[in-house]
């Protein structure tokens, strides 16, 4: 009995499966009168290279030809249907690879054809030659005799040198879809009359890759093993695949989130080969998105894909497979866990049309604003600070306690000493400048003595004043030198800078002062201070007699 593979060769183009554009192309260079010296086949195994090439070679030596439709029934298509014309002549470079091997092929192509009108040379596996053989073949394959032609065929074309490729018109052999396989498969079926199942078939043209020389083979052992009855689970037992029954059980228990019995299930599939598990299950997903199943979301497929291609990464760096499956299948049990798309948006809905009635809601009461908290003296004096200098706000905010504002005095108590203590004097200057700029020229910063400082003892006072007195001579010599500074850069008079300096000197010595004042004894300070300084600017006043 003869193989499937060889008894169903396909015998002209029409039979060609899955090659519709390469048999088109070699049908209109034939009936146009367009052949070219060399041709090159490329494409997966089992795909119809080598029989294309036979096809095209019988075309060729029809005594009717060269014509697209051989008549089969002449002695040059006979002979080359029987693989036995002395003109059509095949070599297997995988076997004939060195430079001798072509070195005769050269010499053959020197003598006419022995009864056709061309001589064709088939060169299969050519990417198997030497570069020697390869360099041997390049001059006759680019100019040969007229009555020589090149097919060649490979399953690896990058495989080739460019001079080579650039010397042949190049046809492409595409993989043969899976539909096309299923139905050649049910027409040599029905013809040899053997029972199948179509879930058989589409187990055979998956394991097949594409490729239907394959699958032919496998269609044959089916054959054998079921004793002329080709069923699924036999298929799927003579290829050591999962029964297709037990991947719906599978894919059936993550869908009702059984995890008790996925593990019972992962315990089984030890002994099978974790890649074809992962393989069936999507061929199975597949299938159910194909035919609509509403079992299962879009969203849901995107998961499981996902979580499917990268178990099938994880296997290639895991030592145990068997736990990565496991790891799989309750991974897709979480995959359902997660919200769908639709229900989110819901969710989403919902939540604006409630703030949205609430927002209604609250427009039709009657609004009502409090009221804005108002800054007192003090709270604006110190944002100012903060604003200008961060690390001083954060002084007075620790060594500072605002005491009364009255008549443009800001009373402070100053709680600093040492370092901190000279800190403030430095900054006395900008802090001035602060409270003039909120509150006009005129405003000051004075000494508001804590209750405490009136209980201290007698010793504590003298030590205090001593330190107030070291502490004035310092802002002295301070004062004296910003005085000869202004008067350098400054063309002010100069008794108006000594006044200004001398009033930040008073105003710090009021604030040094452990002595404290009310504000009527404030108030009559600055009325003698206007009148001295009427008196400097006029004189004293004389009652004339």
Same mark, same amino acid.
């Given at each position: ?42 494409? *997966?195994?089992?795909?119809?290279? &080598?029989?294309?090439?036979?096809? =095209?070679?019988?075309?060729?030596v029809c005594e009717k030809g060269p014509t697209s439709k051989p008549c089969e029934v002449c002695p040059q298509c006979i002979m080359a249907n029987e693989s036995r014309h002395m003109d059509i002549i095949e070599m297997d470079a995988a076997s004939h690879r060195k430079i001798d ?7 053959? &192509? ?15 596996? +050519?990417? /198997? ?19 020589? %032609? ?11 040198? #460019? &001079?080579?490729?650039?010397? &042949? ?19 040599? *079926? ?39 009855? @080709?069923?699924?689970?036999? +298929? ?30 992962? #315990? ?21 998105? +194909? ?8 969203? @849901?497929?995107?998961? =499981? ?8 990464? /994880? ?10 499956? /496991? ?14 798309? $639709? ?12 703030? *949205?009635?609430?927002? #209604? ?25 903060? $604003? ?12 500072v306690e605002f005491s009364f504002f009255n008549n443009n005095e800001l009373g402070l108590i100053v709680n600093a000493k040492d370092e901190n203590l000279e800190y403030f004097k430095k900054n006395w200057k900008i802090l001035n400048e602060i409270l003039r700029t909120l509150f ?26 001593? $330190? ?18 202004? +008067? ?9 800078? %000594? ?5 930040? %000197?008073?105003?710090?010595?009021? /604030? ?5 004042? #009310? ?27």
């Amino acid at each position: 009995m003869q193989a499937l593979a060889l008894k169903y060769r396909p015998k002209n183009f029409d039979e060609l499966i899955g090659q519709e554009a390469v048999s088109k192309s070699l049908i209109h260079a034939l009936d146009e009168g367009r052949i070219s010296h060399a041709y090159l086949f490329s494409g *997966l195994r089992g795909s119809g290279k &080598t029989s294309s090439a036979r096809i =095209f070679s019988k075309a060729l030596v029809c005594e009717k030809g060269p014509t697209s439709k051989p008549c089969e029934v002449c002695p040059q298509c006979i002979m080359a249907n029987e693989s036995r014309h002395m003109d059509i002549i095949e070599m297997d470079a995988a076997s004939h690879r060195k430079i001798d091997d072509i070195r005769e092929l050269i010499e053959q &192509t020197k003598y006419a054809p022995a009864m056709a009108r061309y001589k064709i040379f088939i060169i299969d596996e +050519v990417h /198997m030659l030497t570069k020697e053989a390869f360099n041997a073949l390049l001059k006759t394959l680019e100019e040969p005799p007229s009555y020589v %032609k090149f097919i060649l065929a490979t399953t690896d074309p990058l495989k080739l040198p #460019t &001079t080579v490729l650039s010397r &042949t018109q190049h046809f492409r052999f595409k993989q043969i879809s899976r539909y096309s396989i299923i139905k050649h498969l049910e027409f040599i *079926l029905s013809k040899e009359g053997v029972h199948y199942e179509k879930e058989a078939l589409e187990i055979l043209a998956r394991s097949g890759g594409g490729s239907l020389r394959d699958t032919l083979t496998l269609l044959d052992q089916a054959i054998i093993y079921g004793a002329n009855n @080709v069923t699924a689970n036999g +298929v799927a037992s003579m290829l050591g695949l999962l029964d297709p029954d037990k991947i719906e059980e599978i894919i059936a228990h993550i869908l009702n989130h059984d995890k008790n019995a996925i593990r019972v299930l992962a #315990t089984e599939l030890e002994s099978y080969d974790p890649e074809m598990i992962i393989d069936e299950i999507l061929a199975n997903l597949k299938q159910k998105f +194909v035919e609509n199943d509403s079992k299962i979301s879009l969203l @849901v497929y995107e998961r =499981f894909f996902r979580i499917l291609a990268q178990a099938k990464g /994880m296997l290639n760096i895991s030592s145990d497979n068997g736990f990565v499956l /496991m790891l799989m299948l309750f991974m897709m049990i979480e995959a359902l866990n997660l919200q769908d798309i $639709d229900d989110a948006i819901d969710v989403v809905v919902s939540k604006d049309d409630e703030s *949205l009635a609430k927002a #209604t809601q609250s427009n039709n009461q009657p609004e009502q604003i409090a009221p804005a908290k108002k800054q007192g003296p003090y709270e604006l004096f110190l944002t100012k600070i903060y $604003d200008r200098n961060y690390d001083l706000g954060e002084f007075f905010k620790e060594f500072v306690e605002f005491s009364f504002f009255n008549n443009n005095e800001l009373g402070l108590i100053v709680n600093a000493k040492d370092e901190n203590l000279e800190y403030f004097k430095k900054n006395w200057k900008i802090l001035n400048e602060i409270l003039r700029t909120l509150f006009g020229q005129n405003a000051k910063i004075v000494n508001a003595k804590s209750d405490e400082s009136k209980t201290q003892p007698q010793t504590s006072q003298v030590a205090l004043e001593n $330190d107030t007195k070291s502490e004035l001579d310092e802002l002295d010599a301070e004062i004296s030198r910003l005085n000869a500074d202004n +008067v350098e850069n400054k063309n002010e008079p100069k008794a108006e800078i %000594k006044r200004e300096l001398q009033n930040e %000197k008073n105003n710090f010595a009021l /604030m040094l002062n452990k002595e404290p004042k #009310t504000p009527e004894e404030l108030q009559k300070q600055r009325e003698q201070g206007i009148l001295k300084e009427a008196n400097r600017l006029f004189g004293e006043p004389t009652i004339e007699s």
